[in-house]
T-cell receptor, first 116, second 114 residues
């Protein structure tokens, strides 16, 4: 089974802190994603990466950055956390579409971040 | 540009009743379509997907969905729901030839009552 592991399930951080959310996948997938999930808004893409050291902005990149130094690891960084970044963050991975899985994206369990 | 509309934000039903969760999409090219389920405090899990071929797709837990190209819809159905089906359901679309990003709808919360 594909496994996407997010290092922290629940975090509480103070306004202005630098926050790192870590994600690791064990299936050698090329694509990795960070989504934010808020009630009534569904999932919104923050950033994605289709290769090591490559990144693309999603729909809501402001206030976030990402790092992908190794294929299996994709980190989301909040440079200076703010209360409006309190949310559920979901990491995901998928093989490149040429593979037979037809773009299936596999999700981690999510990280609940509260900024106070 | 792609978009996905889930017409109902909440659907309450009684146990053993049938249910349909509606999803419409907009895209000018060929698409892949997905339904994901999210149980409380968990990540998303793939329920079923349409890539090509038969327009009726069967998934896990007794769910099925039908792709209707003329109506640009991909509604999810189950003939008899259980309490354990209580969850949030997300419809998603990606375009053929894209890098594999999914565009998600805003979700439908299915609440199954005894």
């Amino acid at each position: 089974d594909v496994k996407v592991t997010q290092s922290s399930r629940y975090l509480v951080k103070r306004t202005g802190e630098k926050v790192f959310l870590e994600c690791v996948q064990d299936m050698d997938h090329e694509n990795m994603f960070w989504y934010r999930q808020d009630p009534g808004l569904g999932l919104r893409l923050i950033y994605f990466s289709y290769d090591v050291k490559m990144k693309e902005k999603g729909d809501i990149p402001e206030g976030y950055s990402v790092s992908r130094e190794k294929k299996e690891r994709f980190s989301l960084i909040l440079e200076s956390a703010s209360t409006n970044q309190t949310s559920m963050y979901l990491c995901a991975s998928s093989p490149w579409p040429r593979h037979l899985s037809g773009n299936t994206i596999y999700f981690g369990e999510g990280s609940w971040l509260t900024v106070v | 540009a792609q978009s996905v509309t889930q017409l109902d934000s909440q659907v309450p039903v009684f146990e053993e009743a049938p249910v349909e969760l509606r999803c419409n999409y907009s895209s000018s090219v060929s698409v892949y379509l997905f339904w994901y389920v999210q149980y409380p405090n968990q990540g998303l899990q793939l329920l079923l997907k349409y890539l090509s071929g038969s327009t009726l797709v069967k998934g896990i837990n007794g769910f099925e969905a039908e792709f209707n190209k003329s109506q640009t819809s991909f509604h999810l159905r189950k003939p008899s729901v259980h309490i354990s089906d209580t969850a949030e359901y997300f419809c998603a679309v990606s375009e053929g030839g894209s890098q594999g990003n999914l565009i998600f709808g805003k979700g439908t919360k299915l609440s199954v009552k005894p």
